[in-house]
């Protein structure tokens, strides 16, 4: 059977929708003073601290500005694209952008598969103590990544780590994990997918629970498997939802930036510069010019993505 | 017909995710053991669970000879000024955006929606250019400054106040309350919710950030936890494990601490906006 025979059951509203209704005429007196002495600070704070940096790191990427420029950052030379030119030439830069898709390519499915799966197992494999688990399952997601990249440099170590001495229990002999070139990605993936598949877990869980009962009911009622049930009734009624995490995960992901920098400070032989650790190189170098002209690649690469995860997965099935 | 699940089926659930969740909180329960072992012990082949002879020598070496305690003043600071303007500025501005008429309102609105997701990177560099002109590098100002007005503050904000009946404007003035008072007496009481999730995400945000107070703190006494951290991790000399792991403890324990007791709103605020 498909999804497309049963007929989905108008949505309950539980109580008028809480939209505030449109107020006649151009408000009280005083409003428009009021609303923006309440607007004043953050836009300022916010034109100061956000806006205009987002602006002159347009500006700074097509100058040379160095660290030498800093107390006169207009007086620069404009040098077009020459410090695009310059970062996609450079074979660091394009490593760490390769780096960056093997972390975000495998990394970002492999953490929604296990945030899904153990979703579905908090939703509908167990009873008792799910909120137990919920929570467990989530206490990495706030601790900070500097400092579990610390402490898993330790479990990931070659002789005294914690996860070869489990591997060797069963025979096997685990690898030097952070510091083998075959091995050093992989490493940094299975922490991500540790710490961060807890985010995910939660927000399917709440996609889950979304789920009408009626629906389920119905296709067990037409015949319809557990796993029938997931793939034709479930799944596809968590699309948005699977869209949000991905997107969102995958922005995360494209900035990775604490766990090279902390684990493997880019090495081995740069098997994990990410990009943003390379730009936050090139600043420390003083090449201002060149980090905002990187920053801002990595920017449009992060907005592309977005625009692709939305086409392939929101108006589908 | 479908909570009839046999009985094993739902043990050998309860099984996996048993070892899953094992499997999770391993590296915390090691990294608090190793904190209190000696250096011989953390490096031994194969590791020990239990520490043989549990002391608070690298807690004391941590605060005594490497000024833990600074940093650690320095996050909280840093972590309670950026929540308190955040909850402050984003509520106002918010409460504007969801319920006044002011002219400039949909350019503001516009604004602060396109910068919603720009990546932390892209600003990094001006920023610190900014920062340094107005002599705030290696300064606690300079840490916070930046991150008192988010626009994801607003944006929570704004989506909260809107779902709030319009008709208590309207009451509050046939009461004869200013606008400003039906904003800091009628409006924000009932923000609870949204002022907790706020207020937990970003002291949150704001206690594990990294490449901001890596870039901003110069010298020893302005160090965040966090980068302090990662420094002495990553200096040449220092390879003393047991101090990294009380470090480190040092670093998770009062977050987790924090997001013990307020875990429901924390979930409840990631179900709802998905950031974390």
């Known amino acids: ?24 005429g151009r408000g009280r007196p005083g409003e428009g003073r009021a609303a923006w002495i309440l607007a004043i600070p953050f836009t300022l704070l916010f034109l100061a601290f956000t806006v205009w940096p987002v602006a002159q790191s347009l500006f700074m990427s097509f ?109 096997i002999q685990g690898p030097n994990w952070l510091g083998d070139v ?41 015949g319809a498997n557990t796993w029938q049930r997931f793939w034709h009734i479930t799944f596809p009624l968590l699309r948005p939802t699977l869209l949000f995490v991905s997107v969102t995960t995958a922005i995360g992901y494209l900035q990775f930036f604490e766990e090279p920098f902390v684990m493997t400070q880019g090495g081995p032989l740069n098997s994990t510069i990410s990009m943003s650790m390379y730009t936050y190189n090139q600043f420390g170098y003083g090449n201002y010019g060149v980090a905002t002209a990187m920053s801002y690649l990595i920017f449009v690469v992060i907005a592309v993505i977005t625009a692709i995860q939305f086409r392939v997965l929101r108006e589908k099935a | 017909m479908l909570g009839s699940k046999s009985r094993f089926g739902k043990w050998w659930v309860y099984l996996v995710v048993t070892v899953a969740l094992v499997m999770v909180i391993a590296p915390f329960a090691w990294m608090v053991l190793g904190s209190f072992k000696g250096e011989g012990e953390l490096r031994r082949v194969p ?78 560099v001006p920023l610190f250019v900014l920062v340094a002109n107005a002599g705030l590098i290696d300064s606690l100002p300079g840490l916070f400054l930046p991150f008192l007005a988010t626009p994801f503050g607003v944006f929570l904000m704004r ?54 107070p890596l870039v901003v703190a110069q010298t020893e006494k302005t160090y965040t936890l966090p980068v302090a951290l990662a420094l002495y991790s990553t ?42």
């Not at chain 1, 498909?2 to 539980?14: H, Q």
């Not at chain 1, 490493?187 to 985010?199: D, E, K, Q, V, Y």
């Not at chain 2, 309350?177 to 009628?186: D, H, N, P, T, V």
Request: net charge neutral; with cysteine.
């Open chain 2, 47 to 124: 590791p020990t669970w239990l520490p043989e002879s549990a002391s608070l020598d690298n807690y004391t070496q941590l605060f005594a000879q490497l000024d833990f305690g600074t940093y650690f003043v320095n996050s909280a600071i840093v972590a309670v000024v950026v929540t308190a303007g955040n909850l402050l500025f984003c509520s106002m501005l918010g409460y504007a955006l969801a319920m006044l008429n002011f002219p400039g309102k949909r350019v503001l609105l516009l604004l602060v929606l396109a910068t919603l997701m720009i990546p932390g990177v892209v600003t990094f």
């Open chain 1, 63 to 171: 100058t040379d500005t160095k660290q030498k420029d800093l107390r006169t950052p207009f007086s620069v030379n404009f040098i077009g694209l020459g410090n695009y030119v310059r970062a996609l030439s450079d074979p660091v830069f394009q490593r760490a952008a390769a780096n960056t898709a093997y972390f975000v390519v495998v990394g970002v499915p492999l953490t929604l598969a296990v945030a899904l799966l153990a979703a579905v197992a908090l939703d509908k494999g167990i009873t008792r103590f799910r909120a137990v688990f919920r929570l467990g399952f989530y206490t990495p997601v706030i601790t900070s990544i500097v400092a579990v990249a610390v402490v898993w440099r330790f479990i990931l170590q070659p002789d005294a780590g914690l996860l070869n001495t489990v591997l060797s229990w069963f025979g």
């Open chain 1, 1 to 24: 059977m498909s999804a497309s025979t049963i007929a989905v059951p108008p949505r309950m509203e539980a109580a008028p929708s809480p939209v505030a209704p449109a107020r006649p």
């Open chain 2, 235 to 276: 200096g040449q000399n220092n390879t003393q494990y047991g101090l990294l792991l009380a470090g480190a403890c040092v670093v998770v324990l009062p977050l987790l601490v924090v997001f013990l007791v307020f875990q429901r709103h924390f979930i409840e605020g990631i179900a709802t906006t998905g950031i974390k």
């Open chain 1, 182 to 222: 075959q091995w050093s990605m992989p490493s940094l993936i299975l922490m991500a997918i540790w710490r961060n598949f807890g985010t995910g877990m939660i927000i399917f869980l709440a996609g889950l629970q979304a789920v009408p009962y009626s629906l389920q009911e119905a296709a067990a009622i037409d």
């Open chain 2, 159 to 212: 989506q909260f106040i809107s779902g709030l009946p319009a008709d208590l404007l309207d009451a509050g003035r046939v009461d004869g309350a200013s606008e400003l008072g039906i904003f800091a007496r009628i409006i924000l009481p009932l923000c609870g919710p949204a002022l907790a999730t706020l207020g937990i995400l970003t002291f949150l945000g704001s206690w594990n950030n990294f490449l901001w």
